[in-house]
């Protein structure tokens, strides 16, 4: 089960390394977790991550996302809004939301997911940061390998 929980963090915090950093925004995560995780239909866990923001603030926004084994879908993934405070190194709260895709039993990603092996699993997201002067920018990130992202966190 941690396994899965370790996904979903993975994938925030793809979100914050792919999507909102740009020459001006360097974001560093320096850690991370999870506060609480519930199993169920859905999975709902909260996680937190350490992220030094030498910059402006940015607000994130309508996060959604789906994790694949290949080009099968696993889970659909949706994250509440957050913010990461202007020039601080501070600890985010994200409140995540897990689902099966239709077909798709919760046995089978534990099997998948239990071997520790991410080589076929990867991220779709999408999502808006909203940065200085309220300016937006919606993207949409595809096949971000997560085993990449678990080594960060």
Known sequence: MNKIVDILLALLAAVLLAGCSSSRNQFTITGGGMDSVRI?????AVANLNINNPSYKVKVSDISGKIKNGEKALLNVQADDFEIPARSSSTVFVPLEASLEPGVGFFSIMKIVSGGDYENLTADITFTATGLF???KTQTLENI???DLMKLL
């Open 134 to 136: 309220g300016i937006k």
């Open 145 to 147: 390998p997560l085993k």
């Open 40 to 44: 169920g239909d859905p999975i709902t």
